[in-house]
C-alpha cells in the first residue's frame, strides 16, 4: 500500500532570534512547498505539525537537517491518504507551550529525565511508578496508558492548579508523558519546582513509543490535533477505541464540540445517544445549566 501524503509532528526548544520575522518567512516558504497545518515560533523554539505530498514533507525535512538551529530536530512522520488541515497558518507566539505558571524555565536544567520507549516499559513493568498523563481531559479520555492519572484539565494552562490534588506523589516515581513530548518538556519542570523528587518524560511521546514499541501497556487511541482527531497507537495491532460517551456511558463514542458558545470544549458523544436526544450536543455540564431554563 502506498501513501501519497505525510502527517509531520514536531518541535524544537532552542532560542529563536526574532521570532516574527522568522515566523514571516517561515510561513512564505511553507506555502512555497504547497503544506497545510499550524507551526508557532517563539523566542523559546518552534512547534509544528504540517501535511502535505511526500516531496513537500521531503522538502521540508531537508530544509531543517540543512539549518544551524533545527538539524538535529526529531520528525515524527504519519503515512495518510489524505491531508487532514485545512489551512496553514505559521504564527508568532510568546511561547510555544504555554503553561501560565513559571514560563521562564530553564529547561537544559530544569526538565525531567528522559526514558527512551524501551526504558519506559521496562520501568513501568519492574518499579513502582506512577504514570501521569499532562494532556488535556478529552486527550485521555479516547486513549491512555493503562493505569495513568488522567487529571481532568481542558487546557494545559490547568495544569500547575490541578497538581495541588496530586501532592500526596511527591515522594513517588513519576512517568510523566504526552503526544510528543513537548508538554512533558515544561511539565516535568514544574513538577520537579513543585517538589517532586523523581520525575521522569516518556522521550518523543506516545507516537514515538506506539512507533517503536507497539500497543503494549496502551489502551484506546491517541488524540492529535487535527482533522484526523484521532489515530490507531501501534500500527496493525492497535487496540479499539475506549471512548464513552459523556451522557450515557455508552461505548463507541466521538469527539464533538459543545453547541454553547461559551463553552465549546470537546467532549464525547454516542451518535445514538445524539439522535435519541439532540440536547446531547451539549457537553454535559452545559446540559445540566441548561434544563431549567427549558422547562419555563
Ligand atoms: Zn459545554
Redesign the pocket.
Known amino acids: 500500500m502506498s501513501s501519497s501524503f505525510h502527517v509531520l509532528l514536531y518541535y524544537k526548544y532552542v532560542p529563536i532570534p526574532e521570532p516574527e520575522s522568522f515566523a514571516a518567512e517561515h510561513l512564505e516558504f511553507c506555502r512555497e512547498l504547497g503544506l497545510k497545518g499550524r507551526v508557532l515560533i517563539a523566542g523559546e523554539g518552534i512547534n509544528g505539525t504540517l501535511a502535505g505530498p511526500v516531496e513537500a514533507t521531503d522538502r521540508y525535512r531537508k530544509w531543517a537537517a540543512e539549518h544551524p538551529l533545527f538539524a538535529d530536530m526529531d520528525f515524527k512522520i504519519d503515512e495518510e491518504e489524505w491531508v487532514p488541515f485545512k489551512r496553514l497558518s505559521v504564527r508568532p507566539r510568546k511561547e510555544i507551550v504555554t503553561l501560565g505558571a513559571g514560563d521562564d524555565f530553564d529547561l537544559e536544567k530544569e526538565t525531567g529525565e528522559y526514558l527512551s520507549p524501551e526504558e519506559w516499559k521496562r520501568t513501568i513493568e519492574e518499579e513502582d511508578v506512577v504514570l501521569f498523563d499532562v494532556r488535556n481531559d478529552y486527550e485521555s479520555a479516547v486513549g491512555r496508558f493503562k493505569n495513568a492519572i488522567t487529571p481532568q484539565i481542558e487546557t494545559f494552562r490547568e495544569l500547575p492548579e490541578a497538581l495541588k490534588d496530586y501532592e500526596h506523589l511527591k515522594d513517588k516515581k513519576v512517568l510523566m508523558y504526552c503526544t510528543g513530548g513537548i508538554r512533558c518538556e515544561k511539565a516535568s519542570a514544574l513538577f520537579r519546582r513543585e517538589g517532586f523528587k523523581e520525575v521522569y518524560q516518556l522521550e518523543g511521546g506516545i507516537v514515538t513509543y506506539g512507533k517503536t514499541l507497539g500497543p503494549e501497556h496502551w489502551e484506546g487511541e491517541c488524540f492529535v490535533f487535527d482533522e484526523r482527531m484521532t489515530v490507531p497507537v501501534g500500527g496493525e495491532e492497535a487496540p479499539p477505541p475506549i471512548a464513552v460517551c459523556a451522557h450515557t456511558g455508552k461505548e463507541g463514542a466521538e469527539l464533538i464540540n459543545?453547541l454553547?458558545d461559551d463553552?465549546h470544549?470537546l467532549f464525547l458523544v454516542n451518535k445514538e445517544a445524539l439522535a435519541e436526544n439532540p440536547d446531547r450536543e451539549?457537553?454535559p455540564?452545559?446540559l445540566s445549566k441548561k434544563a431549567p431554563a427549558v422547562q419555563t
Open positions: 459543545c454553547d463553552c470544549r451539549y457537553c455540564g452545559c
